[in-house]
Structure formats: C-alpha cells, structure tokens
C-alpha cells in the first residue's frame, strides 16, 4: 500500500486515503475511507470506517480535495492502517496492532 495519510477537513470530517498527487492547491486522494464514531451499545465509542465514495464506479475512486478544505493531514498509527488495508489494500495485517480487525469496518479501539 502507497503512501497513507490522514486528513482532517475543514467540514470536520476525518478522511483516511492513499495519497497520489499533492500540488499547492489540491490532493489527489485514492480510496478514501471517512473515519466514524459509534457507540457500540454498551457505552464506549467505537472507531471504523466507511467508504468515503459509496456512489462512485468501482474502478473511479478517486478525489480531488482542495488544499483549502485541509486543516491539517498526518501518518495513521498502526491500527488505523490496518484498518484502512483491511477495507481497500491487500488485508497483510501489520505487526504492533493493539486490535486485530475482522471485518471491513473493524472496531479499532474504546474511547
């Protein structure tokens, strides 16, 4: 898997995607995933994802966000790059993962 990064948009959400081309004013992002909170019914908040183009054609997702939307961008930890190559990537699981995912939208930690 390329080159993964974590980008906070203006609009408050969290988006995870490979990152293609970076200009001045845009990036180009390939597969992003939104990052979602969720109460998992027993009080503690669950971390997944989602695909951040559910309507796209399967072999079109990517996306150009404008670099003005961006508020900041950083490297995920492990267990949100397991994740992330567990939805999209080749599903290697990588070592010094606290939670190992099972599905395509793991639980990645308790807040």
């Known amino acids: 898997m390329a080159y993964v990064r974590i980008f906070r948009l203006l609009s408050g959400e969290f988006v995870v995607s490979e990152c293609g081309t970076v200009t001045n004013d845009s990036y180009i992002v390939i597969n992003p995933a939104q990052v979602t909170m969720q109460d998992d019914g027993s009080g503690k908040m669950r ?37 992330y190559a567990t939805m999209f990537g080749s599903g290697i699981i990588l070592a010094g993962s606290s939670s190992l995912p099972s599905s395509p939208r793991p639980n990645l930690r308790s807040v």
């Open 47 to 83: 971390v997944g994802l989602v695909d951040f183009l559910p309507f796209a054609e399967k072999d079109d997702k990517t996306v150009t966000i404008s670099s003005s939307l961006v508020i900041y961008s950083h490297k995920p930890n492990v267990d949100m790059l397991n994740a």
